[in-house]
T-cell receptor, first 113, second 110 residues
Framework: DTAVSQTPKYLVTQMGNDKSIKCEQN?????MYWYKQDSKKFLKIMFSYNNKELIINETVPNRFSPKSPDKAHLNLHINSLELGDSAVYFCASSLNGEGYEQYFGPGTRLTVT | GNSVTQMEGPVTLSEEAFLTINCTYT??????LFWYVQYPGEGLQLLLK?????DKGSNKGFEATYRKETTSFHLEKGSVQVSDSAVYFC?????????FGTGTSLTVIP
């Protein structure tokens, strides 16, 4: 069974479109995260939710909006896509508190043309 | 502040060479420390971790020791293999917040 899954794995779309990426974890974790990884492999935290509540909201454009319908899901919706949004997006989850590692999904490669 | 600094890559080694990837951190208190590995086309996965000073994490021949005095958590492996080619990330956490280094790309050639 996949621990953290993301769909789709690849997403190619045109500038100006709206798209969503879904994430689900079956580990019973309380906290979920979205990261953006650029072409140089730099990993940037975007959002974090704990028990469906937003706890980290880094400086990202308002076009990005996370939604957590329940604690096993954290979806990422992106409006008005731009070329600079092209990247690999990773979902992750962890138990609450110190010392617990994150479990990452396989990533969604978004290409905006 | 809270940050993680790891040595810049890329690193290229011959098979069976010794590997060291340096990592230092700044933090208030005593965070937990991690090394993650990312193989091509995959997500990050935990390689090893240490949760308190002087702990040594180890896995798949890799080791790292939590050094409070030098605020370091250097990754080492005695004899690398081609299959170790990947990007390695040092990270620390405090509560639910994780801080990642910039990643070090390792290529091992036969």
């Amino acid at each position: 069974d996949t621990a953290v899954s993301q769909t789709p794995k690849y997403l190619v779309t045109q500038m100006g479109n709206d798209k969503s990426i879904k994430c689900e974890q079956n580990l019973g974790h309380d906290t979920m995260y979205w990261y953006k990884q650029d072409s140089k492999k730099f990993l940037k935290i975007m959002f974090s939710y704990n028990n469906k509540e937003l706890i980290i909201n880094e400086t990202v454009p308002n076009r990005f909006s996370p939604k957590s319908p329940d604690k096993a899901h954290l979806n990422l919706h992106i409006n008005s896509l731009e070329l600079g949004d092209s990247a690999v997006y990773f979902c992750a989850s962890s138990l609450n508190g110190e010392g617990y590692e994150q479990y990452f999904g396989p990533g969604t490669r978004l290409t905006v043309t | 502040g809270n940050s993680v600094t790891q040595m810049e890559g890329p690193v290229t080694l011959s098979e069976e060479a010794f590997l060291t990837i340096n990592c230092t951190y700044t933090a208030t208190g005593y965070p937990s420390l991690f090394w993650y590995v990312q193989y091509p086309g995959e997500g990050l996965q935990l390689l090893l971790k240490a949760t308190k000073a002087d702990d040594k994490g180890s896995n798949k021949g890799f080791e790292a020791t939590y050094r409070k005095e030098t605020t370091s958590f250097h990754l080492e492996k005695g004899s690398v293999q081609v299959s170790d080619s990947a990007v390695y990330f040092c990270a620390r956490n405090t509560g639910n917040q994780f801080y990642f280094g910039t990643g070090t790309s390792l290529t091992v050639i036969p």
